[in-house]
């Protein structure tokens, strides 16, 4: 008579490291169009494993795949395309991207799109795109292994404004195979429901692999919130709905159903009256900064992490320093940093 089989053994989770974060509710999820404006990350610097797993709960082993495809890294998220498709070779260099941003400066400044007003925003959208991935083709044409606009759609944006979790994992023996390490992504959205996610690396310095991916998903969770807090700080200040209102308002007027062919002309006049409203109330960078650090999580504000450290220092230093009374934004160099 046949014994009966024993239970196979659950597969033990541990934490190698891991770093929490409060979600900031002033602070709105990344689209793809945030997440490539905020500038590329070389995937040769992380390694990828090509792969993204769903996972049910932290403390689960057994995940579930979402294909393989390709991870694109961005200073302020990740999007993971599914498809087997690799990006057109001058895409997402960050060289080439950066000549590229140019061409659709009204999109601009480090602004997000999602805080332009919706005509505006439209307009962003469709000018990038054909920036960045080229004119549209029909889909059964698209056999060149490219990435397109359709498949980023389609992708899933793991944006660093809603990383609440990030940890790294070594997960024991499973039925799927030898033990390994993983990196785990929580992400948040602001009426708290949860996507957690899986980057399992089986490679011989998986331990540094993906102890390096935290380190950078991370990095993303403090750029994305910085980033969007000095645009948001900036254009309130600067009264900019009431700016944006005025000039969509009179363009129209001026050149009817014509009036985003001269998108460029309108966001510059945008941009120099925003620029003035500042200099007006001489809110320069040193009042940015301390606006921004005041309304940073406070997560981020004592983070243990260097990466992150680094920024908030740059922030603290900025904010603390004795203004310059000859700055002014309409005459600032525009390469040069806030903080």
Partial sequence: MREPRGEAPVPRV???????????PLVPPYGWLDLWKSGPWSSAQLGTSGQLFTVA????????????????????????VPPRRLPRPDVFEPAKLAGKTA??????DGLLGLTLPLPLAALAHAVVEQVVFGPEKPEESRDDGNITVA??????????????????????LTVHGPPHHRLLLIYEDLSGKQRCYGLPSRDKDAGALVENLLRQAVRTRAWAEISYLLASVSWAEAG??????????????????????HAAELESEAKANRQAALDAQHFGREALCAAVLGQLSPDLLHSGLAEVQ????????????????????ATADPDTPVF
């Fill in 240 to 261: 900019e709905e009431q700016i944006w209102a005025g000039l969509l308002e009179t363009y129209q007027q001026k050149y009817g159903d014509d009036w985003q062919e």
């Fill in 310 to 329: 680094g920024l908030v220092q740059r922030l603290q230093r900025r904010a603390e320093a004795t203004p310059d009374p000859s700055f002014c934004w």
């Fill in 14 to 24: 541990e934490t190698v490291s891991a770093y929490d974060f409060g979600r900031n």
């Fill in 151 to 172: 498949d980023v759609r389609r992708g899933v944006y793991l944006d660093g404004a809603s990383l609440v979790r990030a940890e790294h994992q070594r997960v024991g």
């Fill in 103 to 108: 061409t659709a400066t009204f999109v601009v």
């Fill in 57 to 80: 709960k932290p403390t689960a082993a057994q995940m579930t795949t979402l294909g393989s495809g390709s991870m694109l890294y961005f200073l302020s998220g990740w999007i993971f």
